[in-house]
């Protein structure tokens, strides 16, 4: 059985769909009802579910996880996350994004060029992300270095530019990481914050 725990941490509300071992589900918000409404949304549908008051040593470490890389810390654990409902391409995606490491932002189209696919279809998936921060759709950008949107549109894109503004390392140069159908191509998230008049 899924449990879903909600948590406040210093004003952001912070939530995960677990059992034990794995993540179904992730996701935070300004408020409680977002939260649980998010999480709802995202858990398998033929899944049972209980909404636990006590939160397990496992999730308690998730949200912990969460909480450093929403205050631009990053993350060094790594969860195992429930895929198997997600479609072939959603996987895709979301292995490529998972490699986008602190202070660098991957471009729609670079992680296509990855993943295949098209810059519009990573997009996609990235709007419906199931576990926004533990997988860092924040790091993804348009071609151009301006935000695009965050959690499925354009209402969210100031928290998405405050985690970014918050993973600035000070890096110059663009990296090439290794993935299974090639390479990705990252650029220091800088070049987001100077194309956002913030450098």
Request: glycine share 10%.
């Amino acid at each position: 059985m899924i449990s879903l725990y909600i948590e406040n941490v210093e004003g952001v509300w912070f939530g995960i769909a677990c059992d034990e071992k794995k993540i179904f589900a992730t996701t935070f918000a300004s408020d409680e009802k977002r939260v649980l409404q998010s999480l709802l949304k995202s858990i398998p549908f033929n899944v049972s579910f209980q909404h636990s008051e006590i939160t397990s040593v496992f999730a308690r470490r998730v949200i912990g996880l969460m909480k450093n890389i929403y205050d631009g810390k990053g993350g060094s654990d790594s969860f195992s996350l429930v895929t198997e409902y997600l479609s072939d391409y959603a996987r895709r995606v979301i292995e490529v994004v998972s490699l986008i490491p602190v202070g660098y932002v991957a471009s729609y189209g670079s992680v296509a060029r990855a993943a295949g696919g098209g810059p519009r279809a990573v997009g996609r998936v990235m709007a419906s992300n199931p576990f926004p921060l533990v997988v860092p759709c924040h790091r993804v950008v348009c071609s151009d270095f301006t935000l695009g949107g965050y959690g499925g549109g354009y209402d969210n894109v100031p928290v998405k530019l405050g985690i970014l503004r918050r993973e600035s390392r000070g890096y110059t140069s663009e990296r090439e990481i290794s993935v299974a159908n090639g390479k990705l191509l990252v650029f220091p998230v800088e070049r987001v914050l100077k194309r956002v008049g913030e450098e």
